[in-house]
């Protein structure tokens, strides 16, 4: 599993979340870093959701930039995707997680992304962003449960988890995934960073993260496995 991967519960790039992430970047020891927002999952408004990422980004004293790729046929154009090894943080933002997930399957920005964690980049995702980066990802209204892309290994996500019950929650998820799969219910503002074997919660909510039908609450400032 590559070390170096940030997931966040949703509300990115709004006040409250400074803290959130300059901790994401204090932890991974970058200085000034270079921070790529790619608003894939932002179907309706991408445009928006990249200068959002951007100009917040940048008044975290970050170098930001944007790329705009929207659909599976643009996650395939060599041309688009070059700028992606410029990147300390490669950033998706929240949105569709379908959308995301069809467009990333199988494409060239994949393997891109695969090829710059293993060189030390930081990849980052919220919300949906965050869904599709688990081995298991729970659709949106159907509740159905599908592959992700399996970059968080034996990891799946519940964004926008501060209002759920956390006894309710473990009881539907008994026979959803396989039993090694931890899923972690992630409060908006707030964030499971990985280094090592340990995941850091940052941010104002709680992490709530589930398996074989129990579960723990972690506070900013947690560590867990």
Same mark, same amino acid.
Request: proline share 4%.
């Given at each position: ?34 921070? &790529?927002?790619?608003?894939?999952? !932002?179907?309706? /408004?991408?445009?928006? +959701? ?6 917040? #980004?940048? *008044? ?54 695969? &090829?710059?964690?293993?060189?030390? !980049?930081?990849? /980052?995702?919220?919300? +949906? ?6 081995? #298991?990802? *729970? ?87």
């Amino acid at each position: 599993m590559p070390t170096n991967i940030a997931l966040a519960g949703g509300e990115e790039f709004r006040a409250g979340c400074e803290a959130m992430d300059l901790e994401m970047i204090r932890h991974y020891g970058l200085n000034a870093p270079r921070v &790529l927002i790619i608003p894939t999952a !932002a179907d309706t /408004a991408p445009n928006r +959701a990249a200068k959002n990422g951007v100009d917040y #980004f940048e *008044r975290l004293g970050t170098d930001a930039f944007d790329l705009m790729i929207l659909n599976k046929s643009d996650a395939n154009d060599n041309e688009l995707i070059h700028g992606i090894h410029e990147a300390d943080i490669i950033y998706f933002t929240g949105g569709n997680p379908d959308h995301l997930l069809d467009s990333l399957n199988g494409t060239i920005l994949l393997k891109s992304i695969q &090829l710059a964690l293993k060189n030390g !980049a930081v990849l /980052a995702g919220s919300s +949906a962003g965050a869904m599709v980066l688990g081995t #298991f990802m *729970r659709r949106p209204g159907l509740g159905e449960w599908v592959k992700g892309l399996g970059i968080a290994n034996n990891i799946a996500v519940l964004p926008h988890h501060e209002n759920s019950d956390p006894e309710k929650t473990a009881d539907d998820l008994k026979s959803a995934v396989p039993q090694n799969i931890t899923i972690l219910g992630i409060d908006a503002k707030t964030a499971c960073v990985k280094n090592s074997n340990e995941w850091l919660v940052t941010g104002t909510g709680n992490v709530t993260a589930y398996k074989n039908g129990l579960w723990n609450i972690y506070k900013s400032g947690d560590s867990f496995i």
